[in-house]
């Protein structure tokens, strides 16, 4: 089974800032299979980036996402007061399970 | 547009049963794959389940392996969770969600509202 560890736990910035969080597997994803989804209170998730580094439609362009192997890394360039959210990453190539990694909680500082 | 809604969720006690049903609807429902993900009260999310585009296939997380049973009904366009011998710690809101295309790999890209299961005595 592939452990994704997800740092830092809670990212606490400001509108406008930068956001860089980090998905590390325990071993290889094969193909890349990693996405990236986003949790609102109260909402059920939604998909934001699949292969390491599409964005899924409709996504903005301000997230990106790159890595590959077993490193990770969601990006948002400049946030908005609606991405103040949980992240999480899950791998999905491969053999089940597809595992999600314990989520990366943004906070408004 | 893609809809997945979710029904079945409910309290019940302990060692007891439920059957959660997601129903899907704008889509080929027959070419994709199938998850059940579950998100506990102040925990992350869980994959739970998935389910091949025809059945043939089905993987348990293995908290739930021995306990939950995944199905579908293609002709229904939709998938099922049989959750028995039911413990405190299954409580969670149940999302369903699209998954593997039957042609190639795909993340899951769409997500049901969810159905809450209280596991409590």
């Known amino acids: 089974e592939i452990v994704l560890t997800q740092s830092p736990g809670t990212l606490s910035l400001s509108p406008g800032e930068r956001a860089t969080l980090s998905c590390r597997a325990s071993?290889?994803?094969?193909?890349?299979?990693l996405a990236w989804h986003q949790q609102r209170p109260g909402q059920a998730p939604r998909l934001l980036i699949y292969g390491a580094s599409s964005r899924a439609a409709g996504i903005p362009d301000r997230f990106s996402g790159s890595g590959s192997d077993t490193d990770f890394t969601l990006t948002i360039s400049r946030l908005e007061p609606e991405d103040f959210a949980v992240y999480y990453c899950?791998?999905?190539?491969?053999?089940?399970?597809?595992?999600f990694g314990q989520g990366t909680k943004l906070d408004i500082k | 547009q893609v809809q997945l809604v979710e029904s079945g969720g409910g309290v019940v006690q302990p060692g007891r049963s439920l059957r959660l049903s997601c129903a899907a609807s704008?889509?080929?429902?027959?070419?994709?794959?199938m998850h059940w993900v579950r998100k506990a009260p102040g925990k992350g999310l869980e994959w739970v389940a998935v389910?091949?585009?025809?059945?043939?296939?089905?993987y348990y997380a293995d908290s739930v392996k021995g306990r939950f049973t995944i199905s579908r009904d293609n002709s229904k366009n939709t998938v099922y969770l049989q959750v028995n011998s039911l413990r405190v710690e299954d409580t969670a809101i149940y999302y369903c969600?699209?998954?593997?295309?039957?042609?190639?790999?795909?993340?899951?890209?769409?997500w049901g509202q969810g159905t809450l299961v209280t596991v409590s005595s």
């Open positions: 071993q290889s994803v094969s193909g890349s299979y």
């Open positions: 389910i091949w585009y025809d059945g043939s296939n089905k």
């Open positions: 899950q791998q999905y190539g491969g053999s089940p399970p597809y595992t």
């Open positions: 969600a699209r998954g593997p295309h039957v042609a190639v790999v795909t993340a899951i890209d769409y």
């Open positions: 704008g889509f080929t429902f027959s070419s994709y794959g």
